[in-house]
């Protein structure tokens, strides 16, 4: 899954993730409900690879064997950061978080490690098996079958139409969270 904080900046990423060869979908508030209930059954049965998002799902809706999170945008509060990286790492399996972050998100960041919420430089190296789970046998024939889909990257040019990234002067804390179950690095080399 990976959270932006514009509408528009959903569907040009998705449309371009698409274009390099990666099967994509996004969903925000500005879709019809008939539209979002689409996305989220492709998600779920395995019909997209991911997921480009704004806040509408960072609460309260399951989606299984999310194991990373990507956060383009940092969000504007704690708790809502919560709630995004809390989307993955469920149910007792281990999953990842990586922020996108630029000198204007310290204040965040800085925000974040006064609440004792831990953030992590990216290692050079992490063990894929780490961030693995046991599949069920429906989980392991439906996986299979997608796994037969080869996917060729196409070579595209960045177009420059993504919204600069704009941010609130202020930082929300949120009220006292439960520790985190996840951690918040990526192997350089996951998607390679």
């Not at 779920?44 to 064997?65: E, N, T």
């Not at 609440?115 to 961030?131: A, C, G, Q, R, T």
Request: proline fraction near 6%.
């Amino acid at each position: 899954m990976v959270f932006v904080n514009h509408l528009s900046r959903s569907s040009e990423l998705s449309s371009w993730l698409n274009e390099m060869g990666w099967k994509s979908g996004h969903i925000h508030a500005g879709l019809s409900q008939q539209k979002r209930l689409e996305v989220m059954d492709q998600m779920r049965h395995f019909g997209l690879r991911v997921l480009v998002c704004s806040d509408l799902i960072a609460r309260g809706i399951d989606i299984d064997r999310v194991n990373l999170v990507i956060n383009v945008d940092l969000p504007w509060e704690i708790e809502t950061y919560l709630h995004r990286v809390g989307r993955t790492g469920r149910y007792g399996t281990s999953g990842i978080a990586v922020n996108l972050i630029g000198p204007e998100d310290e204040p965040f960041l800085t925000a974040l490690r006064d609440k004792d919420i831990p953030i992590h430089l990216l290692p050079d190296k992490v063990s894929y098996n780490e961030y693995m789970k046991e599949l069920t046998e429906e989980e392991e024939r439906t996986l299979k079958e997608h796994q037969s889909i080869t996917i060729e990257p196409k070579p595209v040019k960045l177009k420059k139409t993504l919204e600069p990234k704009k941010k609130k002067s202020r930082v929300t804390l949120a009220p006292q969270s439960n520790p985190l179950r996840f951690k918040t690095f990526i192997p350089p080399d996951l998607f390679f």
